[in-house]
Nanobody, 120 residues
Framework: QVQLVESGGGLVQPGGSLRLSCAAS????????MGWYRQAPGNQRDLVAT???????SYADAVKGRFTISRDNAKNTVYLQMNSLKPEDTAVYYC??????????????WGQGTQVTVSS
């Protein structure tokens, strides 16, 4: 199993910044893509950003140019630097990890979530 623990959420004013961290532990062999999702009340859980084990990244259009995902494989940790925050960024942010079991089987793991609130 893989355990994911997020930290770094909180309350910030519009235009401010936060940095989220997600530390992975457990059975980490085959750990592949990691990412961040977010969910606001009444909404779907939407993709924010992903990063492969090799460092390839992708972002949702809503956060491009403002958020940066990074990864420290030695520490088994993924980060999300969030700048120029907007009220619409308010959500619970979840860490996600994909682990390859075989060439055709994978498992997906989720953290418990951390609240990000952007408000004056």
């Amino acid at each position: 199993q893989v355990q994911l623990v997020e930290s770094g959420g909180g309350l910030v004013q519009p235009g401010g910044s936060l940095r989220l961290s997600c530390a992975a532990s457990g059975t980490l062999s085959g750990l592949n893509v990691m990412g961040w999702y977010r969910q606001a009340p009444g909404n779907q859980r939407d993709l924010v950003a992903t990063i492969s084990s090799g460092g390839d990244t992708s972002y949702a259009d809503a956060v491009k140019g403002r958020f940066t995902i990074s990864r420290d494989n030695a520490k088994n940790t993924v980060y999300l630097q969030m700048n120029s925050l907007k009220p619409e960024d308010t959500a619970v942010y979840y860490c996600n990890a994909d682990r390859r079991i075989t060439s055709t089987i994978n498992r997906v793991y989720w953290g418990q979530g951390t609240q990000v609130t952007v408000s004056s």
